[in-house]
């Protein structure tokens, strides 16, 4: 079984950073994409940023330029470095992580973080 447990969210004022991180554990045969969503209250989760396992990145145009996205792939861990945090950004972060296991491919899902942008 596969789990996802993510870990540093918070509150920050706008204009300020934070570093989410998120740790895959289980029975993992091999990582593909890993990424990051995030959703606010009646909205539609939203694409935040994605990596592939050959290191390529995709940005929403929201955050191109202020959030990096990176992976430890020895610590089957992937990361979202957020900079000029804006009150906007406000959401509940997600990371998924399309993941092999004995049982085939499929996207797992974290719990979820807060994050908060006070203006």
């Known amino acids: 079984q596969v789990q996802l447990v993510e870990s540093g969210g918070g509150l920050v004022q706008a204009g300020g950073s934070l570093r989410l991180s998120c740790a895959a554990s289980?029975?993992?045969?091999?990582?593909?994409?890993m990424g990051w969503y995030r959703q606010t209250p009646g909205r539609q989760r939203e694409l935040v940023a994605t990596?592939?396992?050959?290191?390529?990145?995709n940005y929403a145009d929201s955050v191109r330029g202020r959030f990096t996205i990176s992976r430890d792939n020895a610590k089957n861990t992937v990361y979202l470095q957020m900079s000029s945090l804006k009150p906007e950004d406000t959401a509940v972060y997600y990371c998924?992580?399309?993941?092999?296991?004995?049982?085939?491919?499929?996207?797992?899902w974290g719990q979820g973080t807060q994050v908060t942008v006070s203006s």
């Open positions: 998924n992580n399309r993941i092999t296991t004995t049982q085939g491919t499929r996207d797992y």
């Open positions: 289980g029975s993992i045969f091999s990582f593909n994409t």
């Open positions: 990596i592939t396992s050959g290191g390529s990145r």
